[in-house]
């Protein structure tokens, strides 16, 4: 190609990109909005934030907001508001038609699964077949299996004790919800509490799937390239994945042939309808064919695994992490336990937890700072134009808000960074309804589909540890636990949430 044809190539790639650039600036729809004008104009400022710098432009967009206001334009597609009573306007229920970002979706590296899926009717149909599965009712009958595997890691405090051995917590913790998880949804229990170091090959998926997120949402060609890895190779390059796909394969294949023992086709007859697994509902066969495939429920397996082993567990680290470094909030928390488990090793149904105040505001302080997914979650009103303020966010914009933001405002919860259960006790007595500002599963029509056993998780773990032990901090401060990069999920300074201890003593009374 001659220099004349590039240079002339180049020149009209400027243009374009000059004229884009005008356009964006001050004919968009959205060029009213407040914000930078370089996020206005171009997706570089964010890239440059969470690609380069590793997870830091969801901090930009909090100093935005401190410049601009409660709504900013961060990108030339997209509003972020911080505005906790709007957050319900953006994660609308489900009688308000809301799409996600198929720019977004790309960060979970899962397209199939219900969190990666864009349309409002099409995730509608995903969630509705899980939907009783993990309703409370179903999480209180299966209540036996999770207090056997909060048991079990009650027991393994009691052998660390005796070793005087550091323990790191996040390890325990997530062993016990992956355990709960995998037995939960498939009905084999990986057995990670077992484990003596607490071996944890779903939390090494986590890991290795925020490494990309990012990068996925930029490059989707990547993301796709991954996909198209033999598990050979995958065993290499992400060791934990594959051997989660490998498992999920060996359960859909036994799911295929106990189908075909009872006589019955994935393709045609109706099965029965008593089931036990997530497999036995997304592959029967009243399922349309294309939405019970081997990469379909895969995608959705790892989703679930993962969010049911990661936030549960962080969300229990940071409780943990507070009992220890202010023994005051264990002191109440144990006399308050007492009433319902006068011994230390009683065990107490969820349902009873859930009437002691001081618990509840334990389990809802840990929620509140561990956030969940801390990455902006945007939703799209695909056809209506919706009014914030004097601000008019048209039809088809991504709009989002962020659990990090919305759990950190000052007016909703004064002295945001302080570990406080009774401001929940306050806010109760005051008659405000403070639990519609906790986001760490969302709102709406795409709420968490795992909330209802991740409560019963919180709680019955926290009151028999509680109830039972003493522990001591080590090499562990606050400043270890403050998110420094968004990854999806908070990441800080040592990398993942780390938090190490030492279980000093055994409740006898």
Not at 120 to 146: A, D, M, Q, T
Not at 306 to 315: C, F, L, P, Q, V
Not at 496 to 507: P, S
Request: aromatic residues 12%; proline residues 5%.
């Amino acid at each position: 190609m001659e220099t004349q044809t590039l240079w002339g190539i180049l020149l009209a790639f400027s243009v374009y990109q000059f004229f884009k650039t005008i356009y964006r600036l001050y004919f968009h729809p959205l060029s009213k909005i407040p914000g930078p004008r370089l996020t206005a104009a171009t997706h570089l400022y964010e890239f440059y934030y969470d690609v380069i710098l590793g997870g830091k432009f969801l901090f930009q967009i909090e100093k935005m907001h401190q410049t601009y206001g409660p709504i900013v334009r961060i990108n030339p597609r997209e509003v972020h508001i911080s505005d906790p009573t709007f957050y319900d306007e953006i994660y609308a229920s489900s009688t308000v038609k809301r799409d996600k970002d198929p720019h977004l979706v790309r960060i979970f590296g899962a397209p199939f699964s219900m969190v990666g899926t864009v349309g409002h009717e099409h995730h509608r149909f995903r969630r509705s077949l899980l939907n009783n599965f993990f309703s409370k009712r179903s999480v209180l009958e299966l209540s036996p299996l999770v207090t056997e595997r909060v048991q079990k890691l009650m027991e393994r405090f009691e052998g660390l004790h005796r070793s005087n051995a550091v323990v790191s917590l996040d390890d325990a913790f997530s062993a016990l919800t992956a355990d709960v998880i995998t037995a939960y949804c498939y009905g084999k229990c990986w057995m990670f509490l077992e484990d003596e170091s607490f071996r944890n090959d779903i939390r090494k998926t986590v890991s290795d799937m925020t490494s990309y997120m990012h990068i996925n949402r930029f490059f989707p060609l990547v993301l796709s390239a991954m996909r198209a890895i033999p598990l050979w190779l995958l065993a290499v390059l992400q060791p934990g994945k594959s051997s989660l796909l490998k498992f999920q394969e060996d359960i859909f294949k036994e799911t295929v042939d106990s189908v075909r023992d009872r006589g019955k086709s994935l393709s045609g007859e109706k099965s029965n309808p008593a089931r036990s697994t997530i497999y036995d509902k997304l592959s029967d066969p009243s399922v349309p064919p294309e939405e019970r495939t081997l990469q379909r429920i895969q995608d959705e397996g790892v989703i679930l695994l993962s969010a049911g082993t990661e936030t549960t567990g962080r969300a229990l680290c940071m409780a943990a992490f507070h009992l220890a470094y202010d023994k005051s909030i264990t002191n109440r928390l144990r006399d308050e336990l007492r009433q319902v488990m006068p011994r230390p090793t009683d065990t107490v149904s969820w349902t009873e937890l859930e009437k002691l105040p001081y618990l509840n505001g334990v389990v809802y302080e840990a929620l509140r700072l561990s956030y969940g997914l801390i990455i902006r979650l945007p939703r799209i009103s695909p056809t209506d134009a919706l009014q914030y303020k004097d601000h008019i966010i048209p039809p088809g914009t991504p709009m989002s808000s962020s659990s990090y933001i919305v759990h950190r405002d000052e007016s909703i919860f004064p002295n945001a960074d302080k570990f406080d259960p009774e401001r929940w006790i306050r806010a109760k007595n005051e008659g405000k309804n403070l639990s519609r500002y906790l986001v760490s599963f969302t709102r709406g029509s795409r709420t968490c589909i795992g909330m209802n056993l991740a409560y019963m998780e919180l709680y019955l773990t926290l009151a028999s540890f509680v109830r039972r032990f003493d522990i001591e901090l080590h090499d562990t401060t606050p400043e270890d636990l403050r998110f420094t990069h968004d990854l999806g999920i908070g990441f800080t300074r040592r990398g993942d949430m780390q938090v190490y201890a030492k279980v000093t003593g055994v409740v006898e009374n």
